[in-house]
């Protein structure tokens, strides 16, 4: 006889619940408004409870429409312990926090306290705010009545959140000036420190029984130990990521590191201004940062163009880069000396100096490997240059995240879930599996309950020219047009590039006034994404023109968006350094990069794309996916089989009467 295990006894402990609340007579149905009872729904949610009475890991691909938020969080509130739900973006942070958890709270009547908790660029500083009313070092006129707003708002919130303040952009330069930063936060010496909101929030997360953060800020954490993260961890019982196909990509950027020119020219202007408000007298503060300056501006300046990423044995060992990197090093030292003599007379010069002596040690580790102890510690790290027009970037990162986050799992025993709407590649989750380390997890997919045959359309045009053509980009606007046409605006045109955003943009702008189509334009970079969707929204016929932060976590309903066209299939860039390295590294394994790596990649990003089309059960639409290699490549099959199973057609004239066919309206009805 087989011996049961705690984890075997808590599987099903709470189906029976599960079912009372989310049946068709259960309390969902009874409270919530236009709720419907879905198969799919109840069994993730029992799933779900499994995991976290058996304390194991679960992952949980739910397609649109399962209602996976209120599957995850009803276990979670009733039965999780200290949770923390992680999300991946600081908008979904938001709706969790302010919708969506107070409406599953009300309804169970779950008696849990929640906090939000941001990263500290989020939260209004004091300290900060009074620097920059004093010093006043403005730029612009515009940003001179946003203080004004700020500083208003400061005397009227408890949660200091930038959230709050609509009125001032997000993007808005000021708030660089009136928030701290790892680096400038004075802790516990700051006069403030009572009032401080970012240590309000944290107090906030660590007494709330369901904690909301988002992936940024988890890994931030996890690799920095510095958003109030890591002492949450040690006591939460359940935690939960949404959106997890996000994770991989987040906790890279954050276990590598990365120094850019910007924060050494940063640290300079700071050296000078503190060293003139608090010691005057101790040194010539402009020739004391001169050295490091010059060496800086010289570093980006190795490379003429603006914007090249290489990887380091890319760059010819002729090239100036090297002697000016050591140049740069070298130039820390004289400043530092001035540094260690003058920071006794003020807090400010005291951080400078550790800035610096962080800044100068992490130069020098980038391209010196200190050896591992051991062969478990040695991480395979990617080094890697980044030139833009005004600053360089020197990036240090992982080739894989699986081991540094399987340590990160370690230790007490405790609940975790990974859900998003696209994690497998046709109910395969190997990718995503060996991306995060998650060998021998349960996996489990639940489809979506829409019916994608009757409710959409894939359309693949016929006679497109090869994605790498001249030509490509119009014939993408040429066929596209008649298509939007027949949609009466009412699209999302997706693409993989901002160059393409750029010339689309442009060759639909002046296609609309020669063909008098009065379809207002929307394109990604003119206003920020939730002011741009809330536009597009509002217009009931706008074309949307966006690239990478469009293809996700966009959620427009009903008939505003009809149809989302996708210029090409979305594959990283091959001259990617991290990509290649990647790739190098699985064929030394004898696996192949392009199958097992690149294509479920661009398999999982499409399924993103293409969920932005059918949000609800009665919504219509048409997936266009212009690249002709969905037809032509031996490797196009695998991809429209992972996505929705829309009827699929290449003629034009099938499109047209799809949207004609929605609009008709019967003779004995009119």
């Known amino acids: 006889m087989?011996?049961?295990?705690?984890?075997?006894?808590?599987?099903?402990?709470?189906?029976?619940?599960?079912?009372?609340?989310?049946?068709?007579?259960?309390?969902?149905?009874?409270?919530?408004?236009?709720?419907?009872?879905?198969?799919?729904?109840?069994?993730?949610?029992?799933?779900?409870?499994?995991?976290?009475?058996?304390?194991?890991?679960?992952?949980?691909?739910?397609?649109?429409?399962?209602?996976?938020?209120?599957?995850?969080?009803?276990?979670?509130?009733?039965?999780?312990?200290?949770?923390?739900?992680?999300?991946?973006?600081?908008?979904?942070?938001?709706?969790?926090?302010?919708?969506?958890?107070?409406?599953?709270?009300?309804?169970?009547?779950?008696?849990?306290?929640?906090?939000?908790?941001?990263?500290?660029?989020?939260?209004?500083?004091?300290?900060?705010?009074?620097?920059?009313?004093?010093?006043?070092?403005?730029?612009?006129?515009?940003?001179?009545?946003?203080?004004?707003?700020?500083?208003?708002?400061?005397?009227?919130?408890?949660?200091?959140?930038?959230?709050?303040?609509?009125?001032?952009?997000?993007?808005?330069?000021?708030?660089?000036?009136?928030?701290?930063?790892?680096?400038?936060?004075?802790?516990?010496?700051?006069?403030?420190?009572?009032?401080?909101?970012?240590?309000?929030?944290?107090?906030?997360?660590?007494?709330?029984?369901?904690?909301?953060?988002?992936?940024?800020?988890?890994?931030?954490?996890?690799?920095?130990?510095?958003?109030?993260?890591?002492?949450?961890?040690?006591?939460?019982?359940?935690?939960?990521?949404?959106?997890?196909?996000?994770?991989?990509?987040t906790a890279t950027l954050f276990f590598g590191d990365t120094i850019s020119t910007s924060q050494v020219l940063e640290l300079c202007r700071d050296v000078q201004a503190e060293g003139l408000s608090h010691a005057r007298d101790g040194a010539e503060w402009a020739k004391i940062v001169a050295p490091v300056e010059r060496a800086t501006r010289d570093l980006r300046l190795t490379f003429p163009q603006d914007s090249v990423r290489l990887s380091l044995p890319q760059i010819a060992p002729s090239s100036p880069f090297f002697s000016a990197l050591e140049t740069l090093k070298d130039s820390f030292e004289g400043m530092i000396a001035v540094l260690e003599t003058q920071a006794e007379r003020a807090e400010t010069l005291e951080q400078c100096r550790v800035r610096a002596i962080e800044l100068r040690d992490r130069l020098h580790d980038w391209n010196n490997e200190p050896p591992a102890k051991n062969a478990a510690d040695k991480a395979d790290y990617v080094l890697w240059v980044e030139a833009f027009s005004t600053s360089l970037q020197l990036h240090k990162t992982p080739l894989s995240i699986a081991p540094i986050f399987n340590k990160q799992r370690e230790g007490t025993p405790r609940t975790w879930i990974f859900t998003s709407a696209t994690m497998a590649v046709k109910n395969d989750f190997s990718h995503y599996v060996s991306q995060m380390g998650l060998w021998n997890e349960p996996a489990k997919t639940w489809p979506s309950p829409f019916d994608y045959q009757n409710q959409g359309l894939l359309y693949v045009p016929e006679g497109m020219p090869q994605p790498n053509s001249y030509e490509y980009m119009d014939a993408v606007v040429d066929t596209a047009l008649p298509v939007i046409e027949a949609a009466g605006g009412r699209t999302f045109l997706l693409c993989t590039t901002i160059k393409a955003v750029k010339h689309s943009a442009e060759r639909l702008r002046d296609e609309f006034q020669k063909r008098k189509l009065p379809f207002p334009l929307f394109v990604q970079g003119d206003a920020g994404r939730t002011e741009l969707l809330d536009r597009f929204r509002a217009s009931g016929n706008g074309v949307l023109i966006g690239s990478q932060s469009f293809w996700e976590g966009v959620d427009v309903r009903g008939e505003a968006l009809s149809l989302v066209i996708i210029d090409k299939l979305p594959f990283s860039p091959p001259d990617d350094p991290v990509l290649a390295a990647r790739i190098e590294a699985m064929e030394k394994k004898g696996l192949n990069g392009f199958v097992h790596h690149q294509l479920p990649e661009a398999i999982i990003n499409l399924k993103q794309g293409a969920g932005r089309l059918i949000r609800d059960e009665t919504d219509r639409g048409v997936l266009m996916i212009c690249d002709p290699r969905l037809i032509s490549k031996p490797y196009g099959k695998r991809i429209w089989q992972s996505l929705p199973a829309f009827t699929r057609t290449r003629k034009a004239e099938d499109v047209i009467n799809f949207f004609t066919g929605v609009t008709v309206v019967e003779p004995d009805a009119a």
């Open 2 to 249: 087989s011996e049961s295990t705690p984890e075997s006894n808590a599987v099903g402990k709470h189906d029976d619940e599960v079912e009372q609340i989310f049946g068709p007579t259960g309390v969902l149905s009874a409270s919530i408004k236009g709720y419907k009872s879905r198969q799919a729904q109840t069994e993730m949610a029992k799933a779900i409870a499994g995991a976290i009475a058996g304390q194991t890991t679960l992952l949980a691909e739910a397609g649109t429409g399962t209602g996976k938020t209120y599957a995850y969080l009803t276990p979670a509130l009733l039965w999780g312990g200290k949770v923390i739900v992680s999300t991946g973006t600081k908008n979904l942070q938001d709706q969790l926090f302010l919708r969506d958890i107070p409406t599953i709270k009300k309804v169970l009547n779950a008696p849990v306290s929640v906090a939000l908790l941001k990263g500290r660029a989020n939260y209004l500083c004091h300290f900060h705010l009074e620097r920059t009313l004093q010093n006043g070092r403005l730029s612009s006129p515009q940003d001179v009545g946003y203080l004004r707003d700020i500083s208003r708002f400061m005397k009227t919130t408890s949660s200091g959140d930038k959230a709050e303040l609509a009125r001032v952009p997000e993007t808005a330069p000021v708030w660089n000036l009136v928030t701290s930063t790892r680096d400038n936060c004075m802790g516990a010496e700051c006069q403030y420190y009572q009032d401080c909101f970012v240590m309000k929030a944290r107090k906030e997360a660590q007494q709330a029984d369901v904690v909301v953060v988002n992936h940024h800020l988890f890994f931030a954490d996890v690799a920095l130990k510095d958003t109030g993260v890591a002492e949450l961890l040690p006591s939460a019982n359940t935690v939960i990521f949404d959106e997890a196909h996000q994770l991989p990509d």
